[in-house]
C-alpha cells in the first residue's frame, strides 16, 4: 500500500530552527509538496520537490531524496506565525496526490 | 472574488437528510478535487473533476455523487448523509488535469451529521 509518514506534533522556540521530516512508500514518484495549514483553514502551497537536493524559499528550504523515500521541511528564524500542521503530499506514477497526515508545529516564545 | 469559495461555511445535518456542497472558482483552472480531512488522517480524495463534463472517483468515493456542468462549479451531494461523514470538506482545483500542478484550496465546509 502507499503510505507517507510524518510526526505528529513537534515543538520549537521562536527564532530557532526546526526540521520536519517525511517518509514515503507510493506507487511511483512524480513529486513531492510541502504544505501550510493553519488550524481552521485551507492548506496553501509551500514548496515542490521533483529532483534530489534542495529547494530554498526564503525562510523555508525542503530538501528530497528520492533514493531514500525520504523529505524534510526546513524553517529558520522560526516566528509564532509559524505555528500551523505542515503537509506532505507525493504525486504518484497515476499522478494522484497521496497525503501524509500532517505535523503540528507549535512554536513557543 | 479571487480564488475558490465554498458554501456553506459550517452546517448540522440529520442523518438520512440530503445535503449539497458548493464549490466555485474563478481562476479558470481546468480541474477541480473535493476533499475530506479527519483528525489524524491526510486528505483524502472524494472525487475528482479533470475538466468541465467529467468526473472520477477518488479514494473514498461511497456515498458521494459530484457533477462537473461547467468550468467554475464543482458541487458535491450528499445523497442520505451518515454520521461517519462528520468531517471537514475542502474544495480544490488545479490548472491542469491529471495532478500535474500545485492544488488551491477552498476556505473548507464543515459539516456535522447527527
Avoid at chain 1, 509564532?80 to 507549535?106: E, F, H, P
Avoid at chain 2, 473535493?34 to 488522517?41: E, I
Avoid at chain 2, 491526510?42 to 457533477?67: C, F, M, Q, W
Amino acid at each position: 500500500g502507499q503510505n507517507i509518514d510524518q510526526p505528529t506534533e513537534m515543538t520549537a522556540t521562536e527564532g530557532a530552527i526546526v526540521q520536519i521530516n517525511c517518509t514515503y512508500q507510493t506507487s511511483g514518484f512524480n513529486g513531492l509538496f510541502w504544505y501550510q495549514q493553519h488550524a481552521g483553514e485551507a492548506p496553501t502551497f509551500l514548496s515542490y520537490n521533483v529532483l534530489d537536493g534542495l529547494e530554498e524559499k526564503g525562510r523555508f528550504s525542503s530538501f528530497l531524496s528520492r533514493s531514500k523515500g525520504y523529505s524534510y521541511l526546513l524553517l529558520k528564524e522560526l516566528q509564532m506565525k509559524d505555528s500551523a500542521s505542515y503537509l506532505c503530499a507525493v504525486r504518484d506514477s497515476n499522478y494522484q496526490l497521496i497525503w501524509g497526515a500532517g505535523t503540528k508545529l507549535i512554536i513557543k516564545p | 472574488i479571487a480564488g475558490i469559495t465554498q458554501a456553506p461555511t459550517s452546517q448540522i445535518l440529520a442523518a438520512g437528510r440530503r445535503m449539497t456542497l458548493r464549490c466555485t472558482q474563478d481562476m479558470r483552472h481546468n480541474a477541480m478535487y473535493w476533499y475530506r480531512q479527519d483528525l489524524g488522517l491526510g486528505l483524502r480524495l472524494i472525487h475528482y473533476s479533470n475538466t468541465a463534463g467529467t468526473t472520477g472517483k477518488g479514494e473514498v468515493p461511497d456515498g458521494y455523487s459530484v457533477s462537473r456542468a461547467n468550468t467554475d462549479d464543482f458541487p458535491l451531494t450528499l445523497a442520505s448523509a451518515v454520521p461517519s461523514q462528520t468531517s471537514v470538506y475542502f474544495c480544490a482545483s488545479t490548472e491542469r488535469g491529471g495532478g500535474a500542478d500545485t492544488q488551491y484550496f477552498g476556505p473548507g465546509t464543515r459539516l456535522t451529521v447527527l
